[in-house]
């Protein structure tokens, strides 16, 4: 079983449906999350920090759930720019990410 | 442009030669990560330093890689004897140290092994 798993996707919706995500991780022991973003061909970029119960940043909520090893990201009223690959990430020791494969959202007009 | 810088971005080369990429983190950043991510996977962790002290290295690093930071600036990985199953994105990221978990990464150096 992989460290941190998603599901690949892809999420087809229409702009301004909301869209959620889940991402399962294995070390009960983890601390913090995040959620990164990443575009075609281009490096991750930090979404958001999710620690204890998580956290919300405008359109974007996330969630931990720690006694069910889950953390989830909400995307209400989505974008055309929201059409990305979003990544699922796990906090170590000594801050070494433990990324998943992540899932690709592909919003149309 | 303050951010992760890295080079070169592309970098074509044949099975068998030695390849050296190079990453210049955020000033000030005492943190320097090295990850490789494959065509439709995350990012795999490969190497970090604090300062000039490699800390940690994944069992994906093998003999035919080797990253320094020598004077904990600027960090450079070396791949030796490049086999096609090198080929991949390398990605660089910094951090500034405890105040913060937050990593920032650079645009990476695509691998492209033939």
């Known amino acids: 079983r992989k460290e941190v798993e998603q599901d690949p996707g892809p999420f087809n919706v229409p702009e301004g449906a909301t869209v959620a995500f889940n991402c399962t991780y294995s070390?009960?022991?983890?601390?913090?999350f995040f959620w990164y973003r990443q575009d075609c061909r281009k490096e991750p970029k930090l979404l958001m920090s999710?620690?204890?119960s998580g956290n919300e940043d405008g359109r974007f909520t996330a969630q931990l759930n720690r006694a069910s090893q889950y953390i989830s990201l909400l995307i209400r009223d989505s974008k055309l720019s929201d059409s990305a690959t979003y990544l699922c990430v796990r906090n170590n020791a000594g801050n070494m990410l433990t990324f998943g494969g992540g899932t690709r959202l592909m919003v149309k007009p | 442009d303050t951010g992760v810088s890295q080079d070169p971005r592309h970098k074509i080369t044949k099975r068998g030669q030695n390849v050296t990429f190079r990453c210049d983190p955020i000033s000030e950043h005492n943190r320097l990560y090295w990850y490789r991510q494959t065509l439709g996977q995350g990012p795999e962790f490969l190497t970090y330093f604090q300062n000039e002290a490699q800390l940690e290295k994944s069992r994906l690093l093998s003999d035919r890689f080797s990253a320094e930071r020598p004077k904990g600036s600027f960090s450079t990985l070396e791949i030796q004897r490049t086999e096609q199953g090198d080929s991949a994105m390398y990605l660089c990221a910094s951090r500034p140290g405890s105040l913060t978990d937050t990593q920032y990464f650079g645009p990476g150096t695509r691998l492209t092994v033939l």
């Open positions: 999710v620690y204890s």
């Open positions: 070390n009960s022991a983890s601390q913090s």
